[in-house]
């Protein structure tokens, strides 16, 4: 699905651009440039460019173009992984200090990017909405009954997402339809009901009246509007509603394709733009570069700071993987499961204090294989761009850590058509952003059956989200010529792997095993997908798990010898508080009228 056509020409349909033209009586009979008449719109070109540019905003980017695209990103780093255990917001102290303070829980209605991400979301809402509203006004029979019905369906579809992403992130937030516009006052609607039954009924309506397929990869099917109907189930904790629906993706769906759904043959194929849009891709984000969109803003440009400061991009350093995220893929050397338990006992062997030039053993005890897929750590190859080459790529080790993030980096053998200059100093690559993936879909269906269904069942799923570490050849392997990474592979594994499955563990240890097994395996094969700081969340339900989880975290990163996470002493995540995040204080300002705020400030925060 081609994006740049409407990316930046659709937003004058939401946003009047005008440029003056000095003190003349005709400019007054001008028409505004950036603004297209309803001539030109209200018909099925039209539409279909205004759906278009309401899909554009997944990235988070188009709202915010100008701006810090990071502070929106459609992969949520910023306020789920680096807010999470599974990352440090990277680079340096004192580079982007609203990241210091997400990650020390210290957030405020005033941080930064609490308000480009609300507008980013609300104004993706405003253009799923622009769409119904611009359908009622098509009178040229351009648009057949079915077609409108796809394109109602599509709208509502995305309008569900964007008010998720709402939900998750704030919690209490307006839900806005077709019928409220910027000028009769969205801005104007209050936060005070959930919104939870108004996604349910959007998605609802999707999944009932989406097709199967869809001519375009990007665009929405009933089966992802069913798999995010799930989602919404999980996090209302209505898992009597969830568990049929999820087995009926799991059996019978298919991507906007048609592919039938199934984990793709390598967990790396989920992160490679050469083979995105495969069978695991339930919905993804579609990203695109050297499309003539300027500056590769129609690619990932989200994360377009997270890249080491040497090797692929050389660029700033962010969302580094934390000490616990990489000692969550240490795994028992007769069995190969993961260390449920003791997993953050001691560290994996570090390269703090040793120079980049001085020669560097890494840990040699067992590892799940797809760490080294989801974190770059010294003397491993990172993808094909050479062996990781410790503090050298590193922005500033002793305050962030000696890891780097793989997930969202390109592949040097595809530079020229994956990824794309921006501004000269970073990069943007056209790695899609997998929203929900299969691997997904079977870890909710076990952590259904663990509440109410079978043990056994929820084992089997693991299983089949394990079983595809377990082939030596989805491997990172050492290089033929570490001089020349492009030569390729050999068949020697880069570190010592050992993945095993579950043997009925599940049954025999019981319910509180399952669960802590389920959340286990969805941390380390979901991690810096966006997903950990929700997942958390939705574990929590008000019993103080999240903040448990996050409070042991921040006390073993910040007692880790030779490091000092100095903007993390004195962290604490505060039960009741920090589950969501403040509602922007510009918001609240918009929202006042006749001396009284719309908006009310969520808890903890005022």
């Excluded at 990316?7 to 003349?24: A, D, E, N, R, S």
């Excluded at 709402?166 to 339809?177: G, R």
């Excluded at 798999?227 to 509603?241: D, G, M, R």
């Excluded at 880069?494 to 319910?511: R, V």
Aim: with cysteine; glycine share 8%; net charge negative.
């Amino acid at each position: 699905m081609k994006k740049i056509v409407f990316k930046y020409i659709i937003v004058g349909f939401i946003i009047t651009v005008i440029f003056p033209y000095g003190c003349k009586d005709s400019f007054l009979n001008k028409e505004p440039i950036g603004v297209l008449s309803e001539s030109v719109l209200m018909n099925k070109a039209g539409i279909d460019g205004l759906l278009i540019g309401a899909y554009s905003l997944l990235d988070g980017i188009g709202a915010n173009a100008t701006g810090s695209p990071w502070n929106s990103a459609a992969t949520n780093w910023v306020v789920s992984d680096v807010a999470s255990d599974d990352s440090h917001k990277g680079s340096e102290y004192g580079d982007i200090t609203d990241f210091q303070l997400i990650e020390a829980y210290k957030t405020t209605p005033v941080t930064e990017p609490m308000n480009e991400k609300w507008t980013a979301i609300y104004a993706g809402v405003q253009r799923a909405n622009d769409v119904l509203r611009g359908l009622d006004k098509v009178t040229d029979n351009s648009i057949s009954d079915s077609e409108a019905t796809q394109i109602i369906a599509e709208a509502i579809f995305l309008r569900a997402v964007y008010h998720l992403q709402a939900v998750l992130i704030w919690k209490n937030v307006p839900y806005i339809d077709e019928s409220i516009t910027f000028d009769a006052g969205n801005y104007l609607i209050p936060n005070t009901t959930s919104i939870w039954p108004n996604i349910e009924d959007d998605l609802k309506y999707a999944a009932g009246n989406l097709t199967e397929t869809k001519s375009a990869i990007g665009r929405a099917n009933s089966w992802a509007a069913k798999a995010f109907l799930a989602k919404v189930y999980l996090f209302q904790h209505k898992l009597e509603e969830a568990k049929p629906l999820l087995e009926s993706i799991i059996a019978n769906g298919v991507t906007s394709s048609g592919q039938k759904y199934a984990l793709a043959e390598q967990f790396s194929d989920n992160f490679n733009p050469m083979r995105q849009n495969n069978s695991e891709a339930v919905f993804a984000v579609q990203m695109t570069v050297n499309d003539n969109a300027p500056n590769g803003l129609n690619g990932r440009a989200g994360d377009l700071l997270n890249f080491a400061s040497s090797g692929p991009a050389n660029c700033c350093g962010f969302n580094q993987p934390s000490f616990s995220l990489v000692n969550s893929f240490k795994t028992d050397p007769e069995t190969g499961l993961p260390l449920l338990d003791t997993w953050n006992n001691e560290d994996v062997k570090n390269d703090q204090g040793i120079a980049s030039s001085s020669p560097f053993t890494p840990y040699e005890g067992t590892l799940d294989p797809r760490l080294d897929y989801t974190a770059g750590r010294r003397g491993i190859p990172y993808l094909d761009w050479g062996i990781m080459g410790g503090a050298i790529w590193i922005v500033s080790q002793s305050a962030m850590g000696p890891y780097i993030p793989i997930k969202s980096v390109y592949y040097q053998a595809d530079a020229a058509t994956t990824h794309q200059s921006y501004q000269g100093w970073a990069t943007t690559v056209s790695n899609n952003y997998t929203m929900i993936r299969f691997a997904d879909v079977l870890l909710w269906a076990a952590e259904v059956e663990v509440e109410i269904g079978s043990l056994a069942k929820a084992e089997m799923y693991v299983n089949e989200v394990r079983q595809r570490a377990t082939n030596p050849d989805t491997w990172v392997h050492t290089y033929i010529d570490d001089n020349d990474p492009l030569k390729g592979f050999t068949d020697t594994p880069a570190a010592n792997y050992k993945i095993g499955l579950y043997s009925g563990q599940f049954e025999s240890n019981g319910k509180d095993y399952a669960r802590k097994a389920v959340r286990f395996e969805r941390k380390i094969e979901l991690a810096q997908e966006g997903h950990r700081f929700f997942d958390l969340q939705r574990y929590d339900n008000g019993t103080g798990y999240m903040a448990d989880v996050l409070n042991a975290y921040i006390q073993h990163e910040t007692n880790i010898p030779g490091y000092n996470f100095e903007y993390m002493n004195g962290a604490v995540f505060t039960k009741g508080k920090n589950e969501i995040y403040p509602i922007p204080q510009a918001q609240i300002d918009l929202s006042v009228q006749e001396g009284a705020s719309a908006l009310t400030q969520n808890p903890g925060y005022n």
